[in-house]
Each structure stands twice: as structure tokens, then as C-alpha cells.
T-cell receptor, first 113, second 112 residues
Framework: QQQVKQSPQSLIVQKGGISIINCAYE??????FPWYQQFPGKGPALLIA?????SEKKEGRFTISFNKSAKQFSLHIMDSQPGDSATYFC????????????FGKGTHLIIQP | ETGVTQSPTHLIKTRGQQVTLRCSSQ?????VSWYQQALGQGPQFIFQ???????GRGNFPPRFSGLQFPNYSSELNVNALELDDSALYLC???????????FGEGSRLTVL
């Protein structure tokens, strides 16, 4: 079964610090790698996404780093804020997405004031 | 712009019953996907509909079925409910040309 392995399961970061979440994948056909943010009682919301033709993408305080040879990608949240406290999911899909997104199991992030 | 809306938000069924969940896609989106999210887990892909036909399916049995209507809204039907079907069911929509999924807030199903 295609898998995306996400770590850590939970993470506590001080306000203003850097939050780092890592994911690894197996299927080399994957060509789209999004990160989703989910608050309790809400559906996942797209945060940032990358395709394998670039090694890094930055949007505001959020950065994806992508290592194609290692089949790994990570999310960095700079200057973490209490409002960033949520569950974060990495995901991957191949070939236009007809087979859907394969999600990691999620990281519960807590930003302490 | 209207986002993805789902109904009902919560429901309780007993084992063996059937359930229908509904989804209205975001304006301008022609593709709808359904995901199952068990407590503490990531969403799992059930299937995707485009032009009223299923064009992708995850590892779910045939008792999970769906429909897409001409206005791109969709239904998820689950027959012969099992206890393990208890989960948050998420609908997502997108345009055919982009991978960016927009999710609804989900329907929380409890099977007793």
C-alpha cells in the first residue's frame, strides 16, 4: 500500500520558535506534495504545496523543503504563534490526483505562549 | 464564493443500517472526492467523481458507493454499516486541472 510516513506525532514549540514536521514517501510516481492544517471540528485546509521540480517553496512563515533523492519533504513554520496550534497533515498524489491524496497520520502541534 | 458544504453534520446509526451523506461542491469546481477520517488519523481516500462518473477509488469495499449530479453536488452511500465505519466523512472539491482540494467540515458518523 502506498504510504506517507509523518513525524513527529506530536510537537510542542515555544512561541517565536521554529516548528519542523517531516514526511517520507515510497511511491516515486508521486508528483504533488501538499500540507494541510486542521483545527478541531473543521475540515483540512491547504497550507502550502510543492511539486518535485523545486527543492523549496516559501509562503509567508511557511516553507516546504523537498528532497527528491531521499523521498522526503518537510514543513517549517517560522516564528510559530499560538494560533498555529493545530494538526498538520502531509500528503502526496500522483498523475493528476485521480487516485486521491495519500495522507500522513498527522502531527499535533502545540505552540506555548 | 460558496465553499464546500456537507450535511448532515452529525448522525448516529446502528450496525447494519444504511446512510447517505451529501455534499455541495465549491462554486466552479467540477470534481468531488470523499475521504474517511478515523479519530486521530489522516483522511483516507474513498473515491473521486468527475462528470458524474467514478474515476478513482481507494481501498474501500463496494458497500461504499457514490453519485455526482449535473450540478456537481455529490452523495456518499454506505450500506450494511459496521462499527468501524464510525468516522468523520470529508467531501472535497477541485477543478479538474488543479490538485488543490477544498474540504468541507465533514459529517461525523457514529455507528452503534
Amino acid at each position: 500500500q502506498q504510504q506517507v510516513k509523518q513525524s513527529p506525532q506530536s510537537l510542542i514549540v515555544q512561541k517565536g520558535g521554529i516548528s519542523i514536521i517531516n514526511c517520507a514517501y515510497e511511491n516515486t510516481a508521486f508528483d504533488y506534495f501538499p500540507w494541510y492544517q486542521q483545527f478541531p471540528g473543521k475540515g483540512p485546509a491547504l497550507l502550502i504545496a510543492i511539486r518535485p521540480d523545486v527543492s523549496e517553496k516559501k509562503e509567508g512563515r511557511f516553507t516546504i523543503s523537498f528532497n527528491k533523492s531521499a523521498k522526503q519533504f518537510s514543513l517549517h513554520i517560522m516564528d510559530s504563534q499560538p494560533g498555529d496550534s493545530a494538526t498538520y497533515f502531509c500528503a502526496a498524489s500522483a498523475g493528476g490526483g485521480a487516485d486521491g491524496l495519500t495522507f500522513g497520520k498527522g502531527t499535533h502541534l502545540i505552540i506555548q505562549p | 464564493e460558496t465553499g464546500v458544504t456537507q450535511s448532515p453534520t452529525h448522525l448516529i446509526k446502528t450496525r447494519g443500517q444504511q446512510v447517505t451523506l451529501r455534499c455541495s461542491s465549491q462554486s466552479g469546481h467540477n470534481t468531488v472526492s470523499w475521504y474517511q477520517q478515523a479519530l486521530g488519523q489522516g483522511p483516507q481516500f474513498i473515491f473521486q467523481y468527475y462528470r458524474e462518473e467514478e474515476n478513482g477509488r481507494g481501498n474501500f469495499p463496494p458497500r461504499f458507493s457514490g453519485l455526482q449530479f449535473p450540478n456537481y453536488s455529490s452523495e456518499l452511500n454506505v450500506n450494511a454499516l459496521e462499527l468501524d465505519d464510525s468516522a468523520l466523512y470529508l467531501c472535497a472539491s477541485n477543478t479538474r486541472n488543479t490538485g488543490e482540494l477544498f474540504f468541507g467540515e465533514g459529517s461525523r458518523l457514529t455507528v452503534l
